[in-house]
């Protein structure tokens, strides 16, 4: 078995993914169009570093998800201030910590809190940062594994290409790495 061969068998396999595919050729290009004409509400920018990284790598693969999915390793959403100061951060499962408690956290909603004593001197934005894949990097052969969530936009159209209902229960992760061989 190759190498795609054992990334597709691995993320197929994975509980809650109900798609998977190679990301390449004019669906690359379309989806690195749309990414990069993104914008939050209120006009703040939103910096998906994630899906930046993703698209650099050698290899990259798309899997549709619903809610079976296991949750990220780490947050994939931040406010940022500054270029450094993290203003807010999505809330994730294995995450313990009681923000309920500290004075200056404040939810936006329950899975994503601020931080009202950090403010920034510039202007704040959304950043989506790269995301280890575990399953992926297992694989002997891949190196510099990353992964991220597209824009909506690009969920949708990532979907389309490949025959799938607009279903707000699914939504798309991209994973890309290199090659060792």
């Known amino acids: 078995m190759n190498l795609s061969e054992k990334v597709l068998e691995t993320l197929s396999d994975m509980e809650g993914v109900v798609e998977t595919f190679r990301v ?5 290009e379309d989806l690195r169009k749309i990414e990069s004409q993104i914008r939050a ?3 703040l920018e939103v ?3 994630g899906i930046d990284e ?3 790598r050698q290899n990259i693969y798309c899997i549709i998800k619903d809610g079976r999915f296991r949750p990220p390793p780490e947050p994939t959403v931040l406010l940022m ?3 450094e100061l993290i203003m807010g951060k999505e809330i994730i499962p ?3 910590t009681d923000y309920s408690s500290m004075e200056e956290a404040v939810f936006l909603s329950e899975d994503f809190v601020l931080f009202k004593n950090i403010k920034p001197k510039d202007r704040e934005y959304f950043l989506m940062p790269p995301i280890p894949f575990p399953e992926v990097e297992e694989i002997e052969g891949t190196e510099d594994v990353v992964s991220s969530s597209p824009s909506g936009l690009g969920d949708q159209f ?14 798309s992760v991209i994973i890309g790495f290199n090659s060792k061989e």
């Open 54 to 56: 993703c698209l650099k």
């Open 41 to 43: 509400t209120l006009d």
């Open 158 to 171: 990532l979907r389309k290409t490949h025959g799938l209902i607009d279903d707000p229960r699914l939504a």
């Open 94 to 96: 294995t995450d313990k």
């Open 24 to 28: 390449n050729g004019e669906i690359l």
């Open 47 to 49: 910096k998906n570093e």
């Open 81 to 83: 201030g500054d270029g």
